[in-house]
């Protein structure tokens, strides 16, 4: 089954542009790259998810690499309240998500 | 809409009890799903259904049940608890299980189990 790799933890300072990498080097043609975040204490929520292009959304941006082996998350200007750990998973189109995989993500910290 | 609810938001359990972890949502999703948190480490898929009357099991199914009698409901069972199933527990939903959906999650219901 197609996995992720992530950084353990990332730091950043607030009010700065933060770079969250993922490497999928087995992702399918058909997978999406999803982000999840997991603030302290609540469940996962949705941040963004793209397939081949680039993504923007009001919460972040996507860009994902011309082979899709990696993408990379881009939170535009880092706030206290994105501090939490961020989840990068691969979901196939039509496959039911009993193969999909959350690993540990990488814990943001970000510094005021 | 209230999205995914679960309750209770925290229970202790001593060994050999059993109790039922509620979850519902109100989107008309198909999809449901139960994940287990362990300090720590990230999500594990405990069972799944993808719509009424359909289950299956997910990474980590011992010691749970599950059923799905209507669209909105997807009940845990914890049939005798054990010290081991201490974790966080998430509910999740999504429209249909593919990846052009994005899933819903719960709250979560933290156990402790004596």
């Known amino acids: 089954d197609a996995k992720t790799t992530q950084p353990n933890s990332m730091e950043s300072n607030e009010e700065e542009p933060v770079h969250l990498p993922c490497n999928h080097s087995?992702?399918?043609?058909?997978?999406?790259i999803h982000w999840y975040r997991q603030l302290p204490s609540q469940g996962p929520e949705y941040v963004i998810h793209?397939?081949?292009s680039n993504v923007n959304n009001r919460m972040a941006s996507l860009a994902i690499a011309e082979d899709r082996k990696s993408s990379t998350l881009i939170l535009h200007r880092a706030t206290l309240r994105d501090a939490a750990v961020y989840y990068c998973i691969l979901r196939d189109v039509e496959t039911s998500y009993d193969k999909v995989i959350f690993g540990p993500g990488t814990s943001l910290s970000v510094i005021p | 809409n209230a999205g995914v609810t679960q309750t209770p938001k925290f229970q202790v359990l001593k060994t050999g009890q059993s109790m039922t972890l509620q979850c519902a949502q109100d989107m008309n999703h198909e999809y449901m799903s139960w994940y287990r948190q362990d300090p720590g480490m990230g999500l594990r898929l405990i069972h799944y259904s993808v719509g009424a009357g359909i289950t299956d099991q997910g990474e980590v199914p011992n010691g749970y049940n599950v059923s799905r009698s209507t669209t909105e409901d997807f009940p845990l069972r914890l049939l005798s608890a054990a010290p081991s199933q201490t974790s966080v527990y998430f509910c999740a939903s999504s429209y249909r299980p593919s990846g052009r959906e994005t899933q819903y999650f719960g709250p979560g219901t933290r156990l402790l189990v004596l």
């Open positions: 793209g397939l081949t």
């Open positions: 087995t992702i399918s043609g058909t997978d999406y």
